[in-house]
C-alpha cells in the first residue's frame, strides 16, 4: 500500500531531472497501432507484468488444464465493420494501356504504364500514371477514386475480378495487368486466389529510341582490327583489277576494259575507264566514283526515299568485299555485268595471304578481233620535208617531227663533202659540178654549185638542206641516203635530177673508218675513196683532227705554203685567240722594242696553247727572224690570222 498524496507524505528525488512520458502510439506498415509503455515517467520501469495481450492470449490457450484445471473460455471478440477493418489497406495492380499515334512518321504507337489502385474499404478504384519528366504528355490521375461500372447491367469491378495477365476495361480504356505489390499477393493467396505469373511492360519505341540517342556512347570492338588500325595498315593499299564490261546485249554494244581499285584503307571501290589512242570516246577517267559497292543496290525497303538520301549502312547490309573478287567472277555493278579476267601482283599476294587464293591464271578476254582497216597514206606532195607532211597524216593536229638532240650535240659542225656531177640528157648541164654536203646532226643533204666564169649559170645553193629520200621508197617507210650510199662513182637521184660522186674530202675517209659501226654497209664508200686518193696522191692521207698535230710535207723556203698550212691548221682548231697572244707578247716585251727572243717566242705559244706542230713553229721562227736573232711578234702575228 503506498501513502496518500499529502504534503509531507512525498518523497522527491532532488536528482531528478527527467518527467517526460513515454508515448504508446506507433505506426506499422502505414496503419497506426497502440502499443503497452514498457517504462514510466522519467523512464523508471514499471512493476508490473509486460506481457501483449497476444501473449496473455496465447498462454489462456494453451489449456493447461493437467496443472490449473479447466479453462475458461474466452469471452468473443466485439463486431469490427469492414470500413474500420479494411481502413488504409488497398492492392495496387501494375499495368499499361497502349495509345495509338496518328501522323508522326516517328512512332506508331506509345506504352503508357499505369498503376491500378483498389480499395478494400469501399470497393472503390483509381488509376493514377506515374510522372516522367519532359514527357509533353498530361499525366498523373487519370481515373479518379469511384467504383467502376463493369457492365451495362449495374455491376461494378470488385477485387476478386482481378488477376495477372488479364485484360480489364475502365470506360472504353484497356488495361494490361501484368504485376502487383507484396501485400497484394498476400492478400490474394489468403482469399484462395491463385495469381498468374508476372509480365514485363513491353518497352515503348520512341522512348527507348531517346534513350538510345541520349545515352552514354559505348563502342565494343569485335577486335583487334579496328578502324584506327586500318587506317594505319592498309593506307595507300590498293587492289586493281582488270575486267570487261560486255555490253553486247545493247543496242551498238561493245566489250570496253576497264580497271577496278579497291581502297582497303574503307573498303570503297572505284571503276577507271581504259582509253587508247583515237578510240572516239570522251576522256571521262571514271565510271564510277570512290564509294562503298552494294551487291544488290535496289534491295532496301520500298519506304526509303531515295530520291533525296543516299545508301548507308543502315539500308544495306550486304557490300562487296575482297573475297568477292576473284579471277572469272562475274560481279554485277549497278546492273552492269562485269568479268574479271586478271589482277597485279599486289592483289595476287594479298588475296594468298588473306584469304589462301592459288590459282591466278589470266583469262584471255581479247579473242581474235577484227582488223583495224589499214590507212592509205597519201603519196608525197613535194611541199616541205616528208617528215613534216606525215604529221597531218597521222593525228588532226600536225606536232612537228621529234628530233635527236643527243646526235645533234655529238656531231654538231660535222660534214661530210663529196664531188659530184650532174648526170643529165641535156647537153647544157654535162660537166656542171657540185659539191654535196652532207650533215651529220641531222642526216640533212645540201647541194652547192661553185662559180664557173662564163659558164651562163647562176651558181649558188642548188638544194636547201633536208633529207633526201631514195626513189621508189614507201611513203610511209621512207629510206633516206647516208654515206653508205655516195661511194666514188655511185649515181644518187635527188628530186628528178641525177647526180654521180666523183671525189670527196678526206675527212670523209678518217670518219667511216673511225666509226663504220653507225654507217652499215659503208665498206665500199671507205674502199673506193681510198682508192681515188691512192690514185691521186700515191698514198692515203688522213684528215687532220681537231687540236691534233698537223702533218705536212714542206719544200724548204716555201713561206706561202707554209702560211697556208699554218692558217688551215688554225682554221681547223677555230683558233681566235690572236689578241690574247699579242698581249702576252706585249708581257714579254718589257722594253717595247716590238721584238722578242726565238725562246721566248716558243715560250709564250706553249703558254697559250697554240695548237701547232713544234717544227711548223721552227720554221716561221726561222722564216721570220732576222739577222739579230729577234723576231717581230706583230708579223708573227699576222702569219697566223687566217680569218
Known amino acids: 500500500m503506498s501513502l496518500p498524496f499529502l504534503p509531507g507524505n512525498t518523497f522527491n528525488d532532488p536528482t531528478k531531472s527527467k518527467y517526460h512520458l513515454a508515448h504508446s502510439l506507433d505506426y506499422k506498415n502505414g496503419y497506426s497501432l497502440p502499443r503497452r509503455p514498457e517504462i514510466g515517467i522519467g523512464g523508471e520501469p514499471l512493476p508490473v507484468n509486460q506481457l501483449s495481450e497476444a501473449e496473455l492470449d496465447e498462454l489462456a490457450n494453451m489449456r493447461p488444464t493437467l496443472t490449473y484445471g479447466q479453462a475458461k473460455q474466452a469471452p468473443p471478440e466485439d463486431f469490427v465493420p469492414a470500413h474500420v477493418a479494411f481502413d488504409k489497406k488497398v492492392l495496387k495492380f501494375g499495368a499499361y494501356f497502349r495509345q495509338t499515334v496518328h501522323e508522326s512518321p516517328n512512332e506508331y504507337y506509345r506504352i503508357r504504364p499505369v498503376n491500378i489502385y483498389y480499395y478494400l474499404e469501399d470497393d472503390s478504384i483509381s488509376v493514377v500514371e506515374p510522372h516522367v519528366e519532359n514527357s509533353g504528355m498530361p499525366q498523373g490521375k487519370l481515373i479518379k ?155 532496301v525497303e520500298s519506304s526509303f526515299p531515295s530520291v533525296v538520301m543516299e545508301l548507308s549502312d543502315h539500308e544495306i547490309k550486304d557490300w562487296y568485299t575482297p573475297r ?223 687540236g691534233a698535230p698537223l702533218e705536212v710535207k714542206r719544200t724548204p723556203g716555201d713561206l706561202d705554203r707554209l702560211v697556208k698550212e699554218v692558217q688551215a691548221q688554225l682554221r681547223k682548231s677555230n683558233y681566235l685567240n690572236h689578241m690574247t697572244l699579242r698581249d702576252a707578247f706585249l708581257g714579254y716585251d718589257k722594253d717595247r722594242t716590238g721584238k722578242i727572243d726565238m725562246s721566248g717566242l716558243k715560250a709564250v705559244c706553249r703558254r697559250n696553247n697554240l695548237p701547232i706542230d713544234d717544227d711548223i713553229i721552227d720554221a716561221l721562227i726561222g722564216a721570220c727572224a732576222s739577222g739579230d736573232g729577234l723576231i717581230d711578234y706583230d708579223g708573227f702575228i699576222k702569219f697566223l690570222n687566217w680569218a
Open 145 to 299: 477514386r469511384q467504383r467502376l461500372p463493369k457492365n451495362d447491367q449495374g455491376d461494378h469491378w470488385h477485387w476478386k475480378d482481378f488477376n495477372l495477365g488479364i485484360n480489364v476495361t475502365f470506360y472504353g480504356k484497356v488495361f494490361r495487368v501484368v504485376d502487383c505489390d507484396l501485400f497484394t499477393q498476400n492478400f490474394m493467396a489468403s482469399e484462395g486466389i491463385d495469381l498468374n505469373s508476372c509480365e514485363g511492360i513491353p518497352s515503348d519505341p520512341y522512348n527507348k529510341n531517346r534513350k538510345d540517342a541520349a545515352a552514354l556512347q559505348m563502342f565494343n570492338t569485335p577486335s583487334n582490327f579496328d578502324k584506327l588500325k586500318q587506317f594505319l595498315e592498309l593506307d595507300r593499299k590498293v587492289l586493281r583489277f582488270y575486267c570487261m564490261w560486255d555490253d553486247r546485249d545493247s543496242m551498238f554494244g561493245e566489250i570496253r576494259p576497264y580497271i577496278l581499285q579497291y581502297y582497303l584503307v574503307d573498303d570503297t571501290v572505284e571503276v577507271r575507264e581504259v582509253h587508247e589512242p583515237n578510240d572516239g570516246r570522251d576522256p571521262f577517267p571514271l565510271l564510277l566514283r570512290r564509294q562503298k559497292l552494294p551487291k544488290d543496290r535496289y534491295k
Open 324 to 546: 568477292d573478287f576473284c579471277i572469272g567472277t562475274t560481279i554485277y555493278i549497278y546492273n552492269r555485268r562485269f568479268l574479271i579476267y586478271d589482277c597485279d601482283d599486289f592483289t595476287k599476294q594479298y588475296l594468298n595471304l588473306k584469304y589462301g587464293v592459288n590459282d591466278f591464271t589470266p583469262i584471255d578476254v581479247k579473242g581474235s578481233g577484227q582488223a583495224a582497216p589499214r590507212a592509205d597514206l597519201p603519196p608525197y606532195n613535194g611541199f616541205g620535208s616528208l617528215e613534216d607532211s606525215l604529221q597531218s597524216c597521222l593525228s588532226l593536229i600536225p606536232q612537228p617531227p621529234k628530233k635527236d638532240f643527243i646526235k645533234m650535240l655529238e656531231n654538231d659542225h660535222k660534214v661530210l663533202r663529196f664531188g659530184a656531177i650532174m648526170d643529165s640528157v641535156r647537153p647544157e648541164d654535162k660537166g656542171r659540178r657540185f659539191i654535196i654536203s652532207y650533215r651529220l646532226a641531222d642526216d640533212m643533204m645540201m647541194i652547192y654549185e661553185p662559180p664557173v666564169r662564163n659558164s651562163g649559170i647562176i651558181s649558188g645553193k642548188f638544194l636547201e638542206r633536208t633529207r633526201v629520200a631514195k626513189p621508189y621508197s614507201r611513203p610511209e617507210q621512207p629510206e633516206f641516203y647516208g654515206p653508205q650510199d655516195m661511194y666514188i662513182g655511185a649515181r644518187i637521184e635527188v628530186f628528178h635530177h641525177r647526180f654521180v660522186i666523183i671525189d670527196a674530202d678526206d675527212f670523209v675517209l678518217f670518219y667511216l673508218e673511225n666509226f663504220a659501226s653507225d654507217f652499215p654497209g659503208c665498206e665500199k664508200t671507205i674502199a673506193s675513196i681510198r682508192e681515188l686518193k691512192m690514185s691521186q696522191v700515191g698514198a692515203p692521207t688522213q684528215a687532220p683532227i681537231k
